[in-house]
Nanobody, 120 residues
Framework: QVQLVESGGGLVQAGGSLRLSCAAS????????MGWFRQAPGKEREGISC????????YYADSVKGRFSISSDNAKTTVYLQMNSLKPEDTAVYYC?????????????WGQGTQVTVSS
């Protein structure tokens, strides 16, 4: 059974940085697409970044492009989200997700989420 466990969230001042981690287990993830989503109170879940473990391609939402960076470890079992120049509007619960061939709201596997709060 696939398990995704996020860590690294917390409280940070605007302009600061955080690095989120997502540890994946239960499968071989070399062919999976791993992604990060976020959901702020009263808003829909937003896909912010994805990476393909098979070819290394990446995607970033416009809202985070140039500030956030997604990466995976060599074993393809941990995916990171480096978040720089954080803004108060980045405050949300951040979720890790994984599936074969897709990175969207219908992604099959989700973590429990980690809270990121950016103070102004």
């Amino acid at each position: 059974q696939v398990q995704l466990v996020e860590s690294g969230g917390g409280l940070v001042q605007a302009g600061g940085s955080l690095r989120l981690s997502c540890a994946a287990s239960g499968r071989t993830f070399s062919s999976y697409v791993m992604g990060w989503f976020r959901q702020a109170p009263g808003k829909e879940r937003e896909g912010i970044s994805c990476t393909s473990n098979s070819d290394g391609s990446t995607y970033y939402a416009d809202s985070v492009k140039g500030r956030f960076s997604i990466s995976s470890d060599n074993a393809k079992t941990t995916v990171y989200l480096q978040m720089n120049s954080l803004k108060p509007e980045d405050t949300a619960v951040y979720y890790c997700a994984a599936d074969i061939g897709r990175c969207g709201p219908d992604t099959g596997y989700w973590g429990q989420g980690t809270q990121v709060t950016v103070s102004s």
